[in-house]
């Protein structure tokens, strides 16, 4: 019972992963596909790219670690972690980020006046 339990999680967070990847293939053919008319569209793009790269990052970061049962755990936090993920590469965005936004906006408001 607990195999196919640990089986059925496993596909879970595979099927949430593919679907995160499309969603983020989506996102990034929106940033350049012309749509964006004002600076402000340009920076908040500028933005959401890095929140995605950091979310990706953190993502392999956490693949590793492993749930603790005594203080959560379990299912839920596996399912859940993707969520927190995203939440955090928001915040880390909103903080700052890496830099990564500033380029973006630079490139897309570059590749507008050209």
């Known amino acids: 019972m607990a195999d196919s339990s640990t089986a059925l999680m496993a596909q879970a967070q595979a099927s949430a992963q593919n679907g995160a990847q499309n969603n983020i293939s989506a996102r990034v053919n929106s940033l350049t596909d012309g749509h964006i008319k004002s600076k402000e569209e340009a920076i908040k793009s500028g933005k959401e790219f890095e929140s995605m790269f950091l979310g990706q990052m953190l993502n ?25 993920v995203e939440q955090y590469a928001q915040e880390m965005t909103r903080a700052g980020g890496i830099g990564i936004a500033d380029a973006v906006t630079r490139e897309i408001l570059k590749i507008q006046e050209g």
């Open 60 to 84: 392999h970061m956490f693949s590793g670690i492993e749930t603790n049962e005594m203080f959560g755990g379990g299912h839920g936090e596996t399912m859940m972690r993707s969520m927190l």
